[in-house]
T-cell receptor
Framework: GESVGLHLPTLSVQEGDNSIINCAYSNSASDYFIWYKQESGKGPQFIIDIRSNMDKRQGQRVTVLLNKTVKHLSLQIAATQPGDSAVYFCAANNADRYNQGGKLIFGQGTELSVKP | DAGVIQSPRHEVTEMGQEVTLRCKPISGHNSLFWYRQTMMRGLELLIYFNNNVPIDDSGMPEDRFSAKMPNASFSTLKIQPSEPRDSAVYFC????????????????FGPGTRLTVL
């Protein structure tokens, strides 16, 4: 079945450095991808999304890159701050021939720790 | 906008008891999702509704779990009887999906209900 996986369960960076969190997906028909941030005791919070007709999208301090050839996406956080410490999830839509595209498949999450 | 509202935020119950979790989606959204999150299994989709109709319930663990959406602004997830292995955080999320073949869009999550079954 479809799967979404993250390359590293944990990532530790120095405050001010850039962070890169990677994710791979298996369903070549997926056409919508999204990154969520989850802080302790809270629900996942939308960060940024990208559709398959793009390979890059930028937000405030965040950039998502999509490589459809190798089915890989990444989240880049510029000038990482202590408030960025959280678990980050990538998700891909479970597209199939019936295009019931509402379903998202989530990866396991990468815990980002920012050292002051 | 108040966002997705879930209640209760915490629930502690004894094995065998019935548990009902509640969700109010964002006004105007027509798709609603129930997820379960545990350390071992991560975030799992249990069931989702589109226009109050259950579309995919393949993630519901077993017959002890049931979900309803009587109207566009309310959904329940019921566990009867509850077991210790049901202990988890249960999230509700909602989004706006246009038509049966509508494209995927951002799902907005509620704060979750932390369920502990003793």
């Amino acid at each position: 079945g479809e799967s979404v996986g993250l390359h590293l369960p944990t990532l530790s960076v120095q405050e001010g450095d850039n962070s890169i969190i990677n994710c791979a997906y298996s369903n070549s028909a997926s056409d919508y991808f999204i990154w969520y941030k989850q802080e302790s005791g809270k629900g996942p919070q939308f960060i940024i999304d990208i559709r398959s007709n793009m390979d890059k999208r930028q937000g405030q301090r965040v950039t998502v890159l999509l490589n459809k050839t190798v089915k890989h996406l990444s989240l880049q956080i510029a000038a990482t701050q202590p408030g960025d410490s959280a678990v980050y999830f990538c998700a891909a839509n479970n597209a199939d021939r019936y295009n019931q595209g509402g379903k998202l498949i989530f990866g396991q999450g990468t815990e980002l720790s920012v050292k002051p | 906008d108040a966002g997705v509202i879930q209640s209760p935020r915490h629930e502690v119950t004894e094995m065998g008891q019935e548990v009902t979790l509640r969700c109010k989606p964002i006004s105007g959204h027509n798709s609603l999702f129930w997820y379960r999150q545990t350390m071992m299994r991560g975030l799992e989709l249990l069931i989702y509704f589109n226009n109050n109709v259950p579309i995919d319930d393949s993630g519901m663990p077993e017959d002890r779990f049931s979900a309803k959406m009587p109207n566009a602004s309310f959904s329940t997830l019921k566990i009867q009887p509850s077991e210790p292995r049901d202990s988890a955080v249960y999230f509700c999320a909602s989004t706006m999906k246009i038509g049966d073949r509508g494209r995927s869009d951002t799902q907005y999550f509620g704060p979750g209900t932390r369920l502990t079954v003793l």
